[in-house]
């Protein structure tokens, strides 16, 4: 070759490595989890490498563990996938009142996705955001990552967004939504145990369910524990295990009641949490009834209160200041606050017949 | 290309034109960027606005970021606007040590108009909360609502229209509530179980009720104690009760000028309270509103009140019939309750033997102007009903009062 073939070969090679190297192609996750506490979050998903082979299919990498909850939090029919990854060598110790606590280290991923039609389930999914909780040195923070349209990957964007999402749910109507995705401050509007940034999902109570993590389901208190996630965990006979709300087979409708007011409201509404000075507590543990809100004025619910005068008024949900804030769609008056925009039409039913139920009268 | 001048000028004025006219940026990017600057922040930043009309349709949050100062160009010239808003119920939520807010207004939110929670150090300075559309219960309910916080101050706001109260600073502690205006609110300015306030310099017009002092029970922070009420104008606050039905600001009869309701330690002083067709103040138990509550540690009953030199007047008006207390006060009175009113109340625990009470927690009733007073005897259903003043001639020594950080 000629000097000046040899140069343009080596400029016009020099050209493609360059617009190779700035391309974003689908590379599959190459080697294991990679996070690094102590700098700021990755700007895509992907460079943690949770997940290996297609971004959208969320197969977990090695020592990624999904998980479930019996009772779930209801976030506008949105579907979950969670995972729990902890570094190599760390676990969480069992305890059975409160949330694990997870080692420095930890990360909880939770991915919100529809399926394109609840009654169909391989039609395909759109996968909203992926919300990590990261165990940093000096506590939890929350990252709000956003899929793209395409599906190839998400993008941190602290601030949160929106996007239009549409299905069809599993009555075969078509739903629309401005899908909102929280900022990262809003992480802690619920995520917020004596003002501490804090988990809430991974508890024995909610837990204590089998996960078919290959064909054979496997209880996932046992799964964490031999996959070296959780030390001193008894056999799951001896755990507590929350009723699932929507099962009558698993619980009272008192329990199943309790159950899903746990886990959609007593994040913020117990004793630690940022909805304690309202002196409403829902955590499954209050037993006091007008802490539960029975016969109990509110303190500070401004318009939210609606019309009524009562929390709960036994045997008269339509008069009750719980099943109206659950009801509504405005964001002045609607529980929780954050993280829905549309009423939850399967639990609304659940706490008005629990309402229903209970006799006695309010003077 | 040939040389050409002219071609040249054109070619740059199109390219300075189509800078100049660069696209504005929209609501969503600008509720974004202030949003990402929230979360980025450093502790002592200052987050600046121009002079200007903005839109947001979200909620802004600011949490655990310390000393953080936010800024406009003025109430007047500053304006966040939260019409339309469809995501989160306050303007701003707060939880972060040492914020302050500064020189704008906070309009048309759908809740709340600022929230602070948790935090100690707390400054709100010539900041307007405001909803443009009138008095109207689908207004949120407070305009500045400092909650569990410490180190409060409000100065020289001017808060109107909301549909509970204008300024309501609850179960905090160490606050000033200095030279404000709450006007067409239903609670012009209300402090609720909170401990140690200054309430100063204000002036509270045309609200329901212009100043609350309210203990309320089955909330965590329990039994509020030493308020002053002190150098306000308090005027013609008879504005019809907006509140939604199911508050306990919703049994405020249009016409209250000072209200205090299971406080203990309270002093109402160098006030001028006038015009108000209910009752221009007056001193509650919380059980007189007929209101069921179950706490063990609560204390309904207002012990250590002493209103003393305050300047009273009123035309004769009738109370607001709509509201128990208003009902009341007119089948007494008809058109002329008595200035102060006080329910007759008063708590067992702290009457001694020989039915003395320590001077502390007497009521006191000294030196104001034009005053009437009555004595309801609630408790006997008004047959012991007397206007006697002179049981009530006592000082109390005074509050210690706030003290600014």
């Known amino acids: 070759m000629s000097k000046k073939n040899i140069l343009r070969f080596i400029l016009f090679s020099l050209l493609i490595f360059i617009i190779a190297s700035t391309i974003k192609c689908n590379r599959p996750a190459t080697g ?45 029919y949105a579907s979950k996938l969670r995972f729990v990854w902890m570094p190599e060598g760390t676990s969480a110790v069992y305890n059975d009142t409160a949330v ?29 955001e992926t919300r990590l909780l990261v165990h940093k040195q000096a506590g939890w923070e929350g990252f709000p990552y956003i899929w793209n349209d395409e599906q190839t990957e998400a993008t941190l964007e602290v601030a949160g967004g929106r996007k239009d999402i549409s299905w069809i749910d ?38 204590n369910k089998e996960f078919a993590y290959n064909a054979q389901p496997e209880n996932q208190l046992l799964r964490w ?17 929350v009723a699932c709300w929507n099962d009558p087979k698993t619980g009272t409708l008192n329990e199943r009641a309790r159950a899903y007011l746990d886990v959609n409201c007593a994040h913020c509404h117990n004793p ?57 769609p405005d964001p002045g008056i609607m529980m929780p606050e954050l993280g829905r925009k549309m009423m939850h039409k399967e639990g609304v039913k659940l706490i008005c017949d629990w309402i229903a139920s209970f006799e006695g009268k309010c003077k | 290309m040939k040389n050409n001048p002219i071609l040249i000028v054109i070619i740059f004025t199109i390219l300075a034109v189509v800078s100049c006219n660069a696209p504005k940026k929209n609501a969503s990017q600008i509720q974004k960027e202030i949003q990402e600057r929230l979360i980025n922040a450093k502790p002592g930043d200052t987050i600046s606005f121009d002079e200007g009309f903005y839109e947001f349709k979200s909620s802004l949050s600011l949490d655990g970021i310390e000393n953080i100062t936010i800024k406009g160009k003025g109430a007047g010239k500053t304006i966040l606007s939260f019409k ?107 402090i609720e179980n909170c401990k140690t306030a200054d309430v100063y310099e204000n002036l509270a017009t045309n609200n329901t009720g212009g100043i609350l002092v309210f203990d309320m029970p089955e909330i965590p922070v329990k039994n509020g104690q030493d308020v002053r009420v002190y150098n306000n104008e308090i ?107 006080w329910d007759g109340m008063l708590d067992p625990a702290v009457i001694g033997k020989d039915g003395v009470v320590a001077p502390e927690n007497r ?15 609630a408790q006997t259903a008004f047959k012991d009903m007397t206007f006697d003043e002179k049981l009530f001639d006592c000082e109390r020594k005074p509050l210690p009062g706030a003290k600014l950080q």
């Open chain 1, 100 to 128: 694990f606590a997870l080692p420095v280290g930890a990360v909880l991923i939770k991915n919100f996705y529809y399926p394109n039609d609840y009654r169909d389930l391989s039609k395909g999914r759109k996968i909203m």
């Open chain 2, 235 to 341: 005027k013609d606050n008879n504005h019809p009760n907006f509140a939604p039905e199911g508050n306990m600001v919703g049994r405020v009869p249009a016409g209250t000028g000072v209200l205090v309701l299971a406080y203990n330690f309270v002093e109402v002083f160098n006030n001028r309270i006038s015009n108000h067709r209910s009752f221009n103040a007056s001193i509650a138990c919380f059980l007189t509103t007929g209101k069921e509550y179950k706490d063990s540690l609560y204390n309904p009953y207002s012990y250590g009140i002493s209103i003393h030199d305050n300047d009273f007047s009123r035309q004769p008006m009738l109370p607001d019939t709509t509201r128990i207390l208003g009902k009341i006060l007119a089948q007494l009175f008809g058109l002329n309750p008595p200035d102060i009113v």
């Open chain 2, 363 to 377: 009521i006191c009733i000294k030196n104001n102007k034009n005053a009437k007073f009555v004595n309801l005897s």
């Open chain 2, 84 to 190: 339309g808003q469809t995501e989160g119920a306050e303007g701003f939520m707060v939880k972060a040590n040492g914020i302050t807010f500064e020189d704008l207004t906070v309009q048309d939110t759908k809740g709340d108009g600022i929230k602070v929670q948790n935090s100690k150090g707390v400054t709100f300075r010539r900041v307007n909360v405001r909803w443009t559309e009138g008095a109207k219960a689908s207004n949120g309910g407070y305009g500045l609502y400092p909650v569990t916080c410490k180190n409060v101050l409000v100065e020289e706001c001017e808060i109107s229209e909301a549909s509970d109260a204008g300024i309501y600073i609850g179960q905090s502690e160490n606050i000033v509530v200095r030279k404000c205006k709450a006007h067409d609110n239903v609670a012009g300015i209300e």
């Open chain 1, 225 to 241: 524990a031999s996959a070296g996630y959780l030390k001193n965990c008894p056999s799951p006979a001896n755990a507590p295990k």
């Open chain 1, 32 to 76: 294991p989890v990679h996070i690094d506490i102590s700098i700021p979050p990755f700007k895509l998903l992907s460079e943690y490498h949770f997940f290996k082979g297609k971004p959208a299919d969320l197969i977990p990498n090695d020592r990624v563990l999904p998980y479930d909850l019996i009772t779930p939090l209801f976030s506008d």
């Open chain 1, 170 to 207: 599993a009555q075969g109507e078509t739903q629309q939504l401005n899908y909102v995705i929280p900022n990262k401050n809003q992480c802690k509007g619920c995520h917020d145990f004596d003002s501490k940034l804090t988990p809430i999902g991974p508890k024995a109570r909610n837990l």
């Open chain 1, 272 to 328: 630690h949490g940022p909805g304690a000075t309202s002196g409403l507590f829902l955590d499954y543990r209050t037993s006091d009834p007008t802490a539960i809100g029975i016969c109990k004025a509110p303190v500070a619910a401004g318009r939210g209160a609606g019309n009524f005068t009562y929390d709960i008024v036994p045997g008269d949900p339509s008069v009750s200041i719980l099943a109206f804030r659950m009801e509504s």
